[in-house]
């Protein structure tokens, strides 16, 4: 089992230029997430989507668009990136009766 | 406002030596509380989670604790090794319908010098 994959590992974008995350887990998990890391700071959530079809607004949501494409994918889209959007993206799914939340290795954005 | 605050922010221990990281949290309602470990440039993997009525759980060398009346939660680290070095985030679950919206503390970096 991979686990919960996430591409690409590094993107560097220019302002204004658009990018998709692409987040796949393969766990069988009904719950998504995205969120982002930055220095000193917890993580917080972006969006999320507690089942395969809906999806709900986190914590950042502003700059960002996601699409629950089946139960396996999330994907996170930048529409217009921003250099505040600079960060570490993580992807991570959820499952049994805590709501265990398991990783990705993370995207590193920079937006120049 | 619902927080999770860690102390220390860093932390530098040598090899063998025993640690204890701190959590304190204001969230309420509580439904559990997680310690996660990441190592740098990779994503969180967990390793304990306990619920209200829990007060110690382990996991090998991890030894989490939680009080719930001072809602405060500890992680001790007995013989420490070099792999041990990474972030240790504490992270809890708002018992109001938050399974999908934890809270995330800022970690504590720790590194283990030989």
């Known amino acids: 089992n991979a686990g919960v994959t996430q591409t690409p590992k590094f993107q560097v974008l220019k302002t204004g230029q658009s990018m998709t995350l692409q987040c796949a887990q393969d766990m069988n998990h009904n719950s998504m997430y995205w969120y982002r890391q930055d220095p000193g700071m917890g993580l917080r959530l972006i969006y999320y989507?507690?089942?395969?079809?809906?999806?709900d607004k986190g914590e950042v949501p502003n700059g960002y668009n996601v699409s629950r494409l089946n139960k396996r994918e999330f994907s996170l889209r930048l529409e217009s990136a921003a250099p505040s959007q600079t960060s570490v993206y993580f992807c991570?799914?959820?499952?049994?009766?805590?709501?265990?939340?398991?990783f990705g290795p993370g995207t590193r954005l920079t937006v120049l | 406002k619902n927080q999770v605050e860690q102390s220390p922010q860093s932390l530098i221990i040598l090899e063998g030596k025993n640690c204890t990281l701190q959590c304190n949290y204001t969230v309420s309602p509580f439904s559990n509380l997680r310690w996660y470990k990441q190592d740098t440039g990779r994503g969180p993997v967990s390793l304990t989670i306990?619920?209200?009525?829990?007060n110690t759980k382990s996991n090998g060398r991890y030894t989490a604790t939680l009080d719930a009346d001072t809602k405060q939660s500890s992680l001790h680290i007995t013989a420490s090794q070099l792999s041990d070095s990474a972030s240790y985030i504490c992270v809890v679950t708002p018992g109001s319908g938050g399974y999908n919206k934890l809270i995330f503390g800022a970690g504590t970096r720790l590194a283990v010098h030989p």
């Open positions: 989507s507690a089942s395969e079809g809906t999806t």
């Open positions: 991570a799914s959820g499952g049994g009766p805590y709501n265990e939340q398991f």
């Open positions: 306990m619920t209200f009525s829990e």
